[in-house]
Every structure is written in structure tokens, then in C-alpha cells.
């Protein structure tokens, strides 16, 4: 029924750029916070950043900011992640997310997400 949907994960060089994509299917997302996770080898999860519905409020971790843009598109039920400038501790997997239908601002919690997707790899060698 509910899917998130990650694509466009690969290998990229340090210092080059990649454009993650996750499509929403299953009910309506539009009212729903949308935000990035990642998580590197042995590391625990992360927030990577976050936007509301209405594309006004974003958030983003300090390790990512400046070089990261979260944006959406509600007409596809798609949230992006510009990555820019990469760099080999941006290694991950990255996950996709979606809160309920109820606004919560562009959260940072793991918890205020109840929709995952499954994740794409990200890889930055030197």
C-alpha cells in the first residue's frame, strides 16, 4: 500500500554531485512533512534534512548544509536531495521519510517520521 520509493544513489567522485529522488505512492503525502536520512557503515542513523508541505520550511543537518537542497514537487509525489560538493564521509545509505498528516514542521526526529523507504546507497570515493 504505502511506498517511498529512493532512486538515483551511485558512485560519485569527492567533490561531485548526485540528485536523490523518492517518489510517494499508497495515500496522500501532500500535507506531509518529507525529510532524508542516511546512515554510513557502523554509524547510527542520521537527519540529513527535512521540508514541509508547503515547500516554506526546511531543515538541514550542519554537516550537509550549504551543500545539500532539499526540494519537492506535490504534483509527483517526489521529494529530491541536491547533493553538491560530496564528500567521502556522505557515504551512506540514504533513506527517504514522510510524517503523518498532521503538520509538524520540518522535523529532525526519527520518531515524528512513520513512512520509510527502503533506502539507496550512496558512495563518494577519493
Known amino acids: 500500500q504505502v511506498q517511498l520509493v529512493e532512486s538515483g544513489g551511485g558512485l560519485v567522485q569527492a567533490g561531485g554531485s548526485l540528485r536523490l529522488s523518492c517518489t510517494a505512492s499508497g495515500r496522500d503525502f501532500s500535507s506531509a512533512t518529507m525529510g532524508w536520512f542516511r546512515q554510513g557503515t557502523g554509524k547510527e542513523r542520521e537527519f540529513v534534512a527535512a521540508i514541509t508541505w508547503d515547500r516554506i520550511s526546511t531543515a538541514y543537518a550542519d554537516s550537509v548544509k550549504g551543500r545539500f537542497t532539499i526540494s519537492r514537487d506535490n504534483a509527483k509525489n517526489t521529494v529530491y536531495l541536491q547533493m553538491n560538493s560530496l564528500k567521502l564521509e556522505d557515504t551512506a545509505v540514504y533513506y527517504c521519510?514522510?510524517?503523518?498528516?498532521?503538520?509538524?514542521?520540518?522535523?529532525?526526529?526519527?520518531?515524528?517520521?512513520?513512512?520509510w523507504g527502503q533506502g539507496t546507497q550512496v558512495t563518494i570515493s577519493s
Open positions: 521519510a514522510a510524517t503523518s498528516q498532521v503538520y509538524v514542521g520540518p522535523a529532525r526526529r526519527e520518531n515524528d517520521y512513520v513512512y
